[in-house]
């Protein structure tokens, strides 16, 4: 079972700054998800909220800030009180750095709010540029997202993210309709559930994994990985095994 740190190691560290996914690394996770969206001036950055307010010190829209303007916000905003300055990272800057690891990861576009152009185009851009092309795999909540993925470059993993409503034959639909792995939260999944996705050749990466009841079901279940805030305890678990 496959151990990301969700937002990076999110449960002690800013959530989607590079401090975040160093200490990732540090933890030995195999992977980091991460989340991506367009700045107004067109770079590929790096947070979750579609709004800059609740993870750094700034307000308003991701999409109304250019570049240099989100990297002066202080994405760490809600650590330590905010003492220490962590900029909201690019795209290209986790790339650089993590082609210099063996991590796996997982690119969630964020485009279910604000669909952003050419976003997915852009994404798979700068993969290639870094020769990641076999060490990631993309996942959305809307699937028009992975449709795009998969127009652009058919050999590329999808990850099919769904809320927490869930989703009844989700191995038979992911299947149908060309992706690679079922993206759900713990909360609606089962043991049953993994296997009917793995009769269909699907793998299952569940969200958000950070209790030990949840770790320990997702390892019994099957589970392909687990996204966790922290990294370190899952490893510590699965290695123990």
Same mark, same amino acid.
């Given at each position: ?93 986790? @790339? ?61 993993? @999808? ?83």
């Amino acid at each position: 079972m496959k151990i990301y740190a969700h937002r990076g190691a999110c449960g002690f560290y800013p959530e989607n700054t590079m401090l975040a996914f160093e200490m990732a690394l540090e933890a030995k996770s195999d992977g980091i998800e991460l989340d991506v969206q367009l700045s107004k001036d067109g770079h590929v950055v790096i947070i979750h909220d579609e709004m800059v307010d609740r993870t750094t010190d700034g307000s308003g829209r991701v999409c109304d800030h250019t570049l240099s303007e989100l990297q002066a916000l202080n994405a760490a905003k809600n650590w330590h009180g905010g003492k220490a300055f962590h900029p909201v990272p690019s795209f290209d800057e986790y @790339c650089a750095w993590v082609a210099k690891t063996a991590l796996v990861t997982n690119i969630e576009i964020k485009s279910s709010i604000i669909y952003y152009p050419e976003l997915e185009k852009k994404v798979l851009e700068t993969i290639k540029a870094y020769g990641l092309e076999d060490r990631v795999l993309i996942s959305s909540f809307n699937h028009l997202s992975l449709i795009e993925t998969k127009r652009l470059n058919p050999s590329m993993p @999808c990850g099919v993210l769904v809320p927490e409503s869930g989703l009844v034959n989700a191995g038979f639909g992911v299947r149908h309709f060309g992706f690679e792995y079922f993206h759900p939260a713990y909360v609606s999944l089962s043991e049953e559930k993994v296997a009917e996705c793995h009769a269909h050749g699907i793998g299952v990466n569940v969200w958000t994994i950070n209790t030990m009841e949840a770790l320990e079901n997702c390892h019994r279940w099957g589970c392909d990985g687990i996204f966790t805030n922290y990294p370190e305890v899952a490893r510590a678990y699965v290695d123990s095994l």
